[in-house]
């Protein structure tokens, strides 16, 4: 698990799906969103991101009973025809926390744990969702390798 730092993320152009579900779609979702984007010409121009709605509690909660939100967006370069479930949009940028977890991403949860009490020894607030940014391909290295750095917004 890396340290934690403050980084400014800017705003990026991105198209993005969102379905309520179960965590485990976002294996299907990625690559259909990466698909649909690539094959019709929209410059993928960054990693796939998930953007997670709910807190560490609710998002138990949520997987549980398949009432997740999931949203996953992949940064493009200019903006292609949208679908009813593909959609074009700017993903807000601004101050964010910064942590790099490197393992399965089912072994996420001390560094979340990390990022919220580091939020609470600084006496700061999340301000939205929290997002992951998949930086290498779970089916082309071990799951010990894989990067996700996850970012969490604050004032």
């Not at 800017?10 to 698909?35: D, F, H, N, T, W």
């Not at 992951?132 to 082309?140: A, L």
């Amino acid at each position: 698990m890396g340290e934690i730092s403050i980084v400014n993320v800017p705003a990026q152009k991105v198209m993005g799906m969102y379905r309520q579900g179960s965590y485990k779609e976002l294996a299907e979702m990625i690559p259909e969103l990466c698909e649909y984007a690539d094959k019709n010409g929209a410059g993928i121009c960054g990693n796939p991101i998930f953007i997670c709605h709910e807190s560490p509690e609710e998002a138990k909660r949520a997987d549980k009973e398949g009432t997740a939100n999931l949203e996953v967006a992949i940064p493009v370069s200019k903006k292609i025809e949208e679908t009813n479930e593909i959609k074009y949009y700017e993903l807000h940028g601004g101050k964010m926390l910064k942590i790099v977890h490197k393992g399965p991403y089912g072994e996420c949860g001390a560094t979340y744990d990390k990022i919220f009490q580091w939020l609470k020894e600084n006496k700061k607030e999340l301000m939205g969702p929290t997002r992951e940014v998949y930086i290498n391909d779970p089916r082309e290295i071990p799951p010990e390798e894989i990067l996700t750095e996850i970012y969490a917004p604050i004032a």
